[in-house]
């Protein structure tokens, strides 16, 4: 499974951003699409994740002002990220849990995929 993440980039404070992040390969189907950060310095973190069926989970320091959703038939998560603000700049990863094709395309071993970050800077 390989995930191309993009949207990355710099904003000033309370602009916005909206990271993509695509999935390919074989699977048969995916559990939850999320999004994780990683500030310098500090330890990798959940930002947000949507489940297959909708539900959504948000850090408390971003809930209200980014929106996970995503497109099941392009196998794509977005967030979309206002009112940024300085504590929000660091490396953006996308994450997917999933299952693996099985015998006769049956649900196989459970997988977790991630892709490369893309660089959000938020200045003040």
């Known amino acids: 499974v390989q995930l191309q993440a993009s949207g990355g980039g710099l904003v000033q404070a309370g602009g916005s951003l909206r990271l993509s992040c695509a999935a390919s390969?074989?699977?048969?189907?995916?559990?939850?699409m999320g999004w994780y950060r990683q500030a310098p310095g500090k330890q990798r973190e959940l930002v947000a994740r949507?489940?297959?069926?909708?539900?959504?989970e948000y850090a408390g320091t971003v809930k209200d002002r980014f929106t996970i959703t995503k497109d099941s038939s392009k196998n794509t998560v977005y967030l979309e990220m206002n009112s940024l603000k300085p504590e929000d700049t660091a490396a953006y990863y996308c994450?997917?849990?999933?299952?693996?094709?099985?015998?006769?395309?049956?649900?196989?071993?459970?997988?977790?995929?991630w892709g490369q970050g893309t660089l959000v800077t938020v200045s003040s």
């Open positions: 949507i489940s297959r069926v909708g539900d959504t």
């Open positions: 994450s997917v849990d999933g299952l693996a094709v099985g015998k006769g395309w049956n649900p196989g071993r459970a997988f977790n995929a």
């Open positions: 390969g074989s699977f048969h189907s995916i559990t939850y």
